[in-house]
């Protein structure tokens, strides 16, 4: 039986795992960037994973990804959720408070998810 939610957390430790090693990079080095991919690829596997749960439905929904910050913590995280998921519904990785994220209107920068592990 597959747990989409260990799926879920495995991928987001990775996403932060290469976040990180983006941040750490030097600004505009090899490394960086190859590390940026890994944040991206990552990224897009976990719509993919999120679609893929959905197929049940028949009808494919729409989704969304963004960077959401908890009001609660200051904890911000990507976020990827159909569109008709409420940002109330979701739940902070780090503090497990519900109906604390916001969206922050950051992009899908590493740059940005690389500095969100709460210092
Ligand atoms: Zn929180």
Redesign the pocket.
């Known amino acids: 039986m597959i747990d989409r939610e260990q799926i879920n957390k495995d991928l987001y430790s990775m996403r932060e795992y290469f976040a990180t090693c983006a941040g750490n990079a030097q600004p505009g080095s090899e490394a960086r960037e190859r590390f940026a991919g890994w944040v991206k690829t990552l990224t897009c596997i976990a719509v993919e994973i999120e679609k893929i749960a959905h197929f049940d439905n028949v009808v494919e929904t729409p989704h969304q990804v963004s960077i959401v910050i908890?009001t609660?913590?200051g904890?911000k995280w990507v976020a990827v959720r159909s569109l008709t998921t409420q940002n109330a519904s979701l739940k902070?990785p780090?503090?497990h408070?519900q109906g604390?994220a916001v969206e922050t209107g950051l992009p899908l920068d590493p740059e940005v998810t690389g500095e969100d592990d709460g210092k």
Do not use: E, Q, S
């Open positions: 908890c609660n913590c904890k902070c780090k503090c408070r604390t």
